[in-house]
């Protein structure tokens, strides 16, 4: 009985361990060099409940441990150990179920299943002890990540020809929608921002749908475009990322934009980029993709945006800060408790007012590129005041809201980068009715220069903020030299480990007045 019981407990703990991989594999976009880089920089594979496992098989089947109810006993322990571990562990991005998801899953547990149903056939047939049935799942739960690399590269060719389908179905849909004006957002930064801006504006005169949440993948458009385009729509705005190079052009391929917007190109991603230059070279094929009477709209505030020449095409260049050659510029920013006011010069030196509820020179210039759009379209210039002075803040992009204590929040906790960063970190230096507060755990993917860049970003927070909370250990020596490096003497320095041991700190310091910023906010890929 000890032994069934030793099984059934083994197998659940597989499938939590298994249910783990699969949704790090999700993270990293089912690509399994990704995957094997972040099992490579995670020491997953050396955990210490990998490792116990391990030490556990191996006692089971040494020859030290004789007596089958101690190899039970020990399986036993260290499967419902790790059961309870997994069972409780809570993540920030947890796995979403999706049909792939299910098909890998299900693989996993075939591949699995096949060496335990034929170890269960040999000991009934030789009359051996069970137990060895429960060594061979203890040991698929230490090597679960070889499942999950195999189970993904084998349903490649099954993915491909039902992701075809999808495809060709999309398609379909768009070609069936000939008046539909597809505008694509794409950069570093800032698109999902300037997505959602610019479907509130033209909402004002069409009826527009847009790629929700991060639908930003050539998948996540043509599911989109198959379950929430209607025939009815007059606009289809398209969020495009990038995480290599070819990935924009696919999306361009199927929807065929005749408006893009470059919002940013910058340090980000670089772990798979590699260079800035390749960063460009992405981004700008969504411009590349433009028919000869369409609308190029590009950020000149960055300088692989500025130096990249356009002429396959109109391109109208924007800039909030660096105001060089640019046909659009927005100026006398001034911020108070009630958001952001600011003037738009207009190619013919024309001058809009706009009030927003809105704070940041990143989300001034996200508006900017929408209203552009907006006057392309033809939308009366007091709607597009109006939609602007109604847009409320995107969650967790330089949202700001004030509690019943006293204290404000700037929530900026989605994907952090250097520039978006030092705006968030401007924004919080202006705050001075209380102590400026920031909260991070720094910034990621950013390849070779991870730690440069987190060193000047802790300049930045030495020069904005009176208390520094740093979160993890992932990019704490590089933020404390960068804040180090300042001569900046009245800084508060705490380090912390996780954002709930930040919450507990905070909940005994703060005062009326304060000011919090969250900035970013890691996910489980690196944890």
Same mark, same amino acid.
């Given at each position: 009985?000890?032994?069934?019981i030793?099984?059934?407990?083994a197998?659940i703990?597989?499938?939590f361990e298994f249910?783990?991989q699969l949704m790090?594999?999700q993270?990293?976009s089912?690509r399994?060099?990704?995957?094997?880089?972040?099992l490579?920089?995670s020491q997953?594979? *050396?955990?210490?409940m990998r490792?116990v496992?391990?030490?556990?098989?191996?006692?089971?089947?040494?020859t030290?441990?004789?007596a089958?109810?101690i190899?039970?006993?020990l399986?036993c322990?260290?499967?419902?150990?790790n059961?309870?571990?997994l069972a409780r562990?809570?993540?920030?991005?947890p796995?979403v179920? *999706?049909r792939?998801?299910s098909?890998?899953?299900?693989?996993m547990l075939?591949l699995?299943?096949?060496?335990?149903?034929i170890?269960?056939f040999?000991?009934?047939?030789?009359?051996?002890?069970l137990?060895f049935?429960a060594?061979?799942i203890l040991?698929?739960?230490?090597f679960s990540q070889?499942?999950?690399?195999?189970?993904?590269w084998?349903?490649?060719?099954?993915e491909?020809?039902?992701?075809?389908?999808y495809?060709q179905?999309?398609?379909?849909?768009l070609?069936?929608m000939?008046?539909?004006?597809?505008i694509?957002v794409t950069g570093?930064?800032?698109?999902t921002s300037?997505?959602?801006?610019?479907n509130?504006i033209l909402?004002?005169?069409y009826?527009v749908?847009?790629?929700?949440g991060?639908?930003?993948?050539?998948?996540?458009?043509?599911?989109?475009?198959?379950?929430?385009?209607?025939p009815?729509?007059?606009?289809f705005?398209v969020?495009?990322g990038?995480?290599q190079?070819?990935?924009i052009k696919e999306?361009?391929?199927l929807v065929?934009?005749?408006i893009?917007?470059?919002?940013a190109v910058?340090?980000?991603?670089?772990?798979?980029?590699k260079?800035?230059e390749?960063?460009?070279?992405?981004k700008?094929e969504l411009?590349?993709s433009?028919?000869?009477?369409?609308?190029?709209v590009?950020n000149n505030d960055?300088?692989?945006?500025?130096n990249?020449?356009?002429?396959?095409?109109?391109c109208i260049r924007?800039?909030?800060?660096e105001?060089?050659?640019?046909?659009?510029?927005?100026?006398?920013?001034?911020y108070?408790?009630?958001g952001?006011?600011f003037t738009v010069?207009?190619?013919?030196g024309e001058?809009?007012?706009?009030?927003?509820h809105?704070?940041?020179?990143?989300?001034?210039?996200?508006l900017?590129a929408?209203i552009?759009v907006?006057?392309?379209?033809?939308?009366p210039i007091?709607?597009i005041?109006?939609?602007?002075?109604d847009?409320q803040?995107?969650?967790h992009r330089l949202?700001?809201?004030? *509690?019943?204590?006293?204290?404000?929040?700037?929530?900026?906790?989605?994907?952090s980068?250097?520039?978006?960063?030092?705006?968030?970190?401007d924004?919080l230096?202006?705050?001075?009715?209380g102590r400026?507060?920031?909260v991070?755990?720094?910034?990621?993917e950013l390849g070779?220069?991870?730690e440069e860049?987190?060193?000047?970003?802790g300049e930045y927070i030495?020069?904005?903020?009176?208390?520094?909370i740093i979160?993890g250990?992932?990019?704490?020596?590089?933020i404390i030299?960068?804040?180090k490096?300042t001569?900046?003497?009245s800084?508060?320095?705490?380090t912390?480990?996780?954002f709930?041991e930040a919450?507990?700190?905070?909940?005994?310091t703060?005062?009326p007045?304060?000011t919090i910023?969250y900035?970013n906010?890691l996910?489980? *890929?690196?944890k």
């Amino acid at each position: 009985m000890l032994v069934y019981i030793t099984i059934i407990i083994a197998v659940i703990a597989l499938v939590f361990e298994f249910r783990r991989q699969l949704m790090m594999l999700q993270q990293n976009s089912y690509r399994n060099d990704r995957y094997s880089r972040w099992l490579s920089t995670s020491q997953d594979s *050396t955990s210490a409940m990998r490792l116990v496992s391990g030490a556990v098989l191996l006692a089971s089947l040494s020859t030290l441990t004789p007596a089958i109810w101690i190899s039970a006993g020990l399986i036993c322990a260290v499967s419902l150990t790790n059961t309870i571990i997994l069972a409780r562990k809570k993540y920030k991005k947890p796995l979403v179920m *999706t049909r792939r998801a299910s098909r890998i899953l299900l693989t996993m547990l075939l591949l699995a299943a096949i060496p335990t149903v034929i170890c269960l056939f040999v000991c009934q047939a030789q009359g051996a002890s069970l137990i060895f049935v429960a060594d061979i799942i203890l040991a698929a739960f230490c090597f679960s990540q070889s499942f999950a690399l195999v189970a993904n590269w084998l349903l490649k060719p099954v993915e491909a020809n039902i992701n075809r389908k999808y495809y060709q179905d999309a398609e379909r849909i768009l070609r069936g929608m000939p008046d539909l004006k597809i505008i694509g957002v794409t950069g570093s930064y800032g698109k999902t921002s300037t997505k959602h801006y610019l479907n509130r504006i033209l909402s004002e005169k069409y009826d527009v749908m847009m790629t929700p949440g991060s639908f930003n993948t050539t998948m996540g458009v043509i599911r989109t475009v198959r379950e929430y385009l209607k025939p009815y729509n007059e606009v289809f705005i398209v969020e495009m990322g990038a995480k290599q190079p070819g990935d924009i052009k696919e999306i361009c391929d199927l929807v065929h934009p005749e408006i893009g917007i470059v919002t940013a190109v910058g340090e980000q991603h670089l772990e798979s980029f590699k260079t800035i230059e390749n960063v460009q070279r992405t981004k700008f094929e969504l411009i590349d993709s433009l028919p000869t009477d369409g609308l190029a709209v590009v950020n000149n505030d960055f300088p692989f945006v500025a130096n990249r020449k356009v002429d396959n095409v109109k391109c109208i260049r924007y800039a909030v800060s660096e105001c060089g050659p640019a046909e659009y510029i927005a100026e006398d920013i001034r911020y108070s408790a009630h958001g952001t006011s600011f003037t738009v010069v207009t190619p013919t030196g024309e001058k809009f007012g706009f009030s927003t509820h809105l704070v940041g020179e990143c989300n001034v210039s996200n508006l900017l590129a929408a209203i552009i759009v907006a006057l392309r379209l033809e939308v009366p210039i007091e709607k597009i005041r109006y939609a602007v002075n109604d847009i409320q803040q995107v969650e967790h992009r330089l949202n700001m809201k004030r *509690t019943p204590g006293g204290v404000t929040i700037i929530d900026d906790a989605f994907n952090s980068n250097p520039t978006g960063s030092k705006m968030a970190l401007d924004v919080l230096k202006m705050m001075t009715g209380g102590r400026r507060i920031i909260v991070t755990p720094g910034m990621i993917e950013l390849g070779e220069r991870q730690e440069e860049l987190n060193a000047k970003f802790g300049e930045y927070i030495a020069g904005a903020a009176d208390i520094a909370i740093i979160v993890g250990h992932y990019n704490r020596e590089a933020i404390i030299s960068g804040i180090k490096s300042t001569d900046t003497t009245s800084l508060d320095v705490h380090t912390v480990n996780s954002f709930s041991e930040a919450q507990q700190l905070l909940a005994t310091t703060l005062k009326p007045g304060d000011t919090i910023l969250y900035e970013n906010d890691l996910p489980d *890929t690196f944890k």
